[in-house]
């Protein structure tokens, strides 16, 4: 059997290249990284990353605890403990298994922990299906959480690097959500670069939790119960974190290039074609992939069209991406997700993208929403034509609905 | 421009929390009588409340609804008209959860406003126990032992009608007396529950308490720090571990004393306090082990001495005590400071033996219950008699 | 499970033989807002004192954690965490799983420390259940749960109403929360 391609071998110093899903490929970073403990719980489509964790581990490839877990909840709060002693740990889920670990997921951030999460975005029950929405994920966006989405492999690997140098950091200690699209992600294997562990050891330093390591060295009380003399001094500290984490960000690229050699330019959200473009969709995730492929045929036919793909969710670039918006005469959000009742019903990120636009001095340009792609549904090259056309209308200045749902039989 | 009324009762947590309750709901029914709206609240940081912590309890009324509002979406109220302490010992300052540092007794109180106690103690005693104020306030002793009422099998004394009665006295603009016992009747549908708020309202008799008079402690608060002077992670440093200390008399080095928690004391909780005869102590060790505030001092003579910071008279000391009045817990009201006993005993054993059997014999019960099956029924009609005869 | 795996070493503490020879020190200590005469902030001292200075301990949402600390003020001399109510068997577990694979790779120094979680009858044995089960199907991971009950299960505070009546209350028992 022709191992090269397929599995992921070990030598320190040079750069291997190997056929491994998204999944997978934060699994080897974990390995990179020199994770200490891990826990996990199955639920598609996250389950691939505890699966090929748990094969590391089984062959030697990786030293750390693997535990798993009974439950969610147990799963989230065990690596927040580990996390409190110094360990350096991953977890994830999907879905409504997410949902089950919420409790855990609120004080997380509250406890200022720098928790490595994958979610395979998974829609939540009910109906229980597989296919990727983004609403599990999103449903912490308020609460101190780094979120971040990926649309191929090996941003995957090297996000997950990035995350844990973000977040590690003493200025931060925020967790960090890396969402991967079910199915498109976690269950597709691509080529991917997985860099030398000479070179992970140069870009990320080993955890250090400093003062507020949980060890009878450095006897702390931590959390204890506090009232409303204190909360908003607390939640205080976690906001001036989070303003703290986009320079954070930003080094870490900058160092991520240049120790890797592979450049994201803006780390918070990727352009294409959008130099000389009249309008642009948004997106986030794998969807762009079936986008850049319209975007390119549209080209051919004289239609200017470019996509703003956010990578990091929180913390939200407002004002880069109000800038960047102000080019161009509308702009299309497609969403991968739900918010009901929200104003104009749209999604979260047209919410979102709106209230980046709105304070902005410069030209805001109308905003349609698109709700696309739920429950694993493909976006398809039609469903994105039709997008764009409905966008055009609302560059030229006719009326449109602003929120569409697409691709839905009707 | 309306007028505001505030009334606080102060009491021990758990153990009154119905008595609180019923009097201050009284008194905002009691006000709705003559068309005054108003709310009824606990103070929200004081709960969950624990058996014999400080909490507070208010009524706000207000001549109309307007201006209820100023007294509405708040914890508490910056200043009350009235205030209840349903404990005497309550008058020695609070240290409740909702509070940092000691709040003294009559701390909310405005110009003029009256103090109103439950006690069998003289006015003398009381002033003594309680902060000086600023201005001059009003002190009004409704006589009575400490009430339960509410709570459970304990026995109702009328105390919170007496209560009622009293407040028309001294704050007529509120609610008249006729207007409360309405008010009592159609909640207890009791006759004699009404008489006794009108027997409370005749034997209403106030003093004033001068700026000079009563504690002159200063009592302990602290500041409370600014959001980025605070550790992150919500975490604070533990309690430094506690070390031997030197006897006084003859400078040993020995024992241990545990270090405090120090923004947080726990003696107000007090209603009684341990005396210990050092004579007598057989140094079992059982009353040390068994605090479960671990107040003991290990003295470096191997004796136990409660730290009066932190004890918070719960009385566990003297039911594991197996030598008679070797730990006795006697009423709070005999004592004016927290003085250390063994260093008292250390300096004149003599001296002190008399003082601790003084205060043995001279203490007035103030428990329910507290010390053998039975014994509450035994002081059940003493209480029924004080209340009525005041 | 069919092999045993070798728990890593326990501390070595002589056991205490008369309450004359108990250590003197403190490692929970007063100022806690407990009620009067709380026999669980007893056992809190006591297991803490037992425990010895190389422990963490980890408390999970109840009277223990509620009354024992509020922000800016403990009661604790060892390092102590905050858990959820259900969640003492996996914050027991997170604790022991971090010290020995810190330890294992040289990221830590080497020495035997305990892990105690503890919980009321109401976070252990109502929703904690699941979680301490698993935990104890864990004998690599040396930690100690401490379950106390008042018999009085659902919790006394108002704002926890997990249930009007807990798996442990005795049915001979009422409580107003």
């Known amino acids: 059997m022709a191992e090269a391609a397929t599995s992921v071998q070990e030598h320190k110093k040079t750069d291997e290249t190997a056929l491994i ?4 490929a934060i699994a080897v970073a974990c390995k990179l990284a020199d994770v200490d403990v891990i826990t996990a719980y199955p639920i598609r489509p996250y389950d691939t990353v505890m699966q090929y964790v748990a094969k590391l581990v089984a062959n030697g490839e990786m030293d750390c605890e693997y535990i798993v877990a009974e439950g969610e909840h147990s799963q989230f709060e065990i690596v927040k403990h580990a996390s409190a002693c110094g360990a350096r740990v991953f977890c994830g889920s999907s879905g409504v298994g997410w949902m089950y670990a919420m409790e855990a997921l609120t004080v997380t951030p509250a406890l200022r922990i720098p928790m490595i999460a994958m979610v395979g975005n998974r829609a939540l029950d009910d109906p229980g299906a597989f296919g990727v929405e983004h609403n599990d994920a999103l449903a912490v966006r308020d609460l101190g959480w780094q979120l971040v989405w990926v649309n191929s492999p090996q941003e995957a690997l090297d996000t997950a690097l990035i995350a844990y140098r973000v977040s590690e950091d003493r200025r931060i200690f925020l967790p960090c959500a890396i969402s991967c699209d079910g199915a498109f992600l976690t269950h597709s294997q691509a080529l991917v670069q997985i860099p030398a562990q000479e070179k992970v050891d140069a870009f990320l330093p080993r955890y250090n939790r400093a003062d507020l390591l949980l060890h009878p060295d450095n006897p702390i009380t931590v959390a204890p119960q506090g009232n409303e003399d204190w909360v908003m001094e607390i939640r205080r500290q976690n906001f001036a974190a989070m303003e703290r984490t986009a320079g954070v960000i930003r080094e870490a690229y900058a160092d991520f290039e240049r120790i890797f050699g592979r450049p994201y330019g803006n780390p918070f959200f990727e352009e294409y074609k959008t130099e000389d473009a009249d309008i642009v969709l948004m997106g986030m995730g794998t969807l762009s992939t079936p986008v850049r492929v319209a975007i390119r045929q549209m080209r051919e036919k004289g239609k200017k069209v470019g996509l703003v793909r956010m990578r990091w969710f929180r913390p939200f670039a407002a004002e880069e991406l109000a800038n960047c918006l102000s080019r161009f005469s509308a702009v299309g959000v497609i969403d991968r997700d739900y918010s009901f009742g929200s104003p104009y019903m749209g999604g979260v990120l047209a919410g979102e993208v709106r209230n980046a636009l709105y304070p902005s001095p410069g030209r805001k340009p109308p905003v349609l929403g698109f709700i696309c792609g739920l429950g694993g549904r493909e976006v398809t090259v039609p469903d994105v034509e039709k997008m764009v056309e409905s966008v055009y209308r609302a560059a030229e200045g006719k009326s449109q609905p602003l929120t569409q749902w697409v691709g839905l039989r009707e | 421009m309306g007028r505001l009324f505030a009334i606080e009762i102060i009491y021990r947590g758990i153990f009154q929390k119905t008595l609180a309750k019923n009097i201050s709901r009284a008194i905002v029914l009691a006000a709705h009588e003559e068309g005054k709206p108003g709310i009824s609240f606990g103070r929200y940081g004081d709960s969950p409340e624990r058996n014999g912590i400080p909490a507070k309890n208010f009524a706000i009324v207000a001549t109309d609804d307007v201006t209820l509002e100023e007294g509405m979406a708040k914890y508490e109220p910056k200043e009350v008209d009235i205030t209840i302490a349903v404990d005497d010992t309550l008058c020695k300052g609070v240290e409740s959860w909702a509070w940092y540092g000691l709040q003294p007794v009559n701390r909310l109180l405005k110009p003029g406003g009256t103090l109103i106690v439950t006690s069998r103690e003289k006015p003398e005693t009381i002033i003594t126990m309680s902060h000086r104020k600023e201005y001059p306030y009003q002190l009004a002793i409704m006589t009575g032992t400490v009430s339960f009422s509410g709570l459970w099998a304990y026995k109702d004394d009328h ?36 008489q006794s708020a009108a027997k409370a309202f005749d034997r209403t008799s106030s003093i004033t308490v001068r700026p000079d008079q009563g504690n002159p402690e200063v009592p302990y608060k602290f500041d409370l720090p600014k959001w980025h002077e605070m550790g992150e992670g919500i975490a604070i440093p533990s309690i430094p571990a506690g070390g031997a200390f030197e006897d006084p008399e003859t400078r040993a080095v020995g024992g241990f004393r545990p270090d405090r928690n120090p923004t947080f004391k726990k003696y107000t909780t007090r209603t009684m306090r341990p005396v210990i005869n050092f004579d007598t102590c057989i140094k079992c060790t059982l009353c040390w082990l068994q605090c479960p505030d671990s107040c003991f001092d290990v003295t470096p003579d191997h004796l ?35 003085a250390s006993q063994w260093e008292m005993w250390k300096k004149d054993k003599k001296g002190y033996e008399a003082w601790l059997q003084s205060k043995i014999a001279g203490r007035r019960e103030r428990s329910h219950g507290f010390r053998y099956r039975g014994q509450y029924e035994e002081q059940i009609p003493e209480m029924l008699n004080i209340a009525s005869e005041g | 499970m069919a092999t045993y795996t070798q728990i890593d070493p326990t501390q070595q503490l002589d056991p205490f033989k008369g309450v004359k020879k108990l250590p003197l020190e403190e490692f929970f200590t007063s100022g806690h807002r407990t009620c009067q005469g709380c026999e669980s902030s007893l056992v809190m001292k006591m297991m803490a004192k037992a425990a010895g200075p190389r422990t963490i301990v980890l408390g999970s949402t109840g009277c223990m954690y509620v009354a024992n600390t509020t922000y800016y003020s403990t009661s604790w001399v060892l390092p102590w965490m905050h858990t959820q109510l259900g969640s003492s068997g996996s914050a027991a577990l997170g604790a022991s799983a971090a010290l020995k694979a810190l330890m294992r790779k040289g990221k830590m120094k080497k020495e035997p420390i305990n892990v105690i979680a503890f919980c009321g009858d109401g976070g252990g044995a109502d929703m904690g259940v699941g979680a301490i089960s698993a935990t104890l199907t864990h004998p690599d991971y040396n930690c100690l749960i401490l379950c106390t009950t008042t018999n009085l299960t659902p919790i006394r505070t108002s704002s926890f109403r997990a249930a009007r009546r807990g798996g442990r209350t005795l049915p001979s028992v009422r409580r107003e929360t």
């Open chain 2, 159 to 194: 105390t919170d009608v007496r209560i009622l009665g009293i407040i028309s006295r001294v704050l007529p603009d509120l609610f008249t007396l006729k207007s409360v016992q309405k008010v009592i009747m159609e909640v207890w549908k009791d006759p004699i529950k009404v």
């Open chain 1, 21 to 24: 899903t998204g999944s997978e």
């Open chain 2, 304 to 338: 136990y001495d409660a730290n009066m910071l932190a004890c918070c008279g719960c009385g566990v000391c003297e039911a594991v005590c197996p030598v008679k009045e070797c730990v006795t817990m006697v009423n709070e009201t005999e004592f004016a400071d927290n």
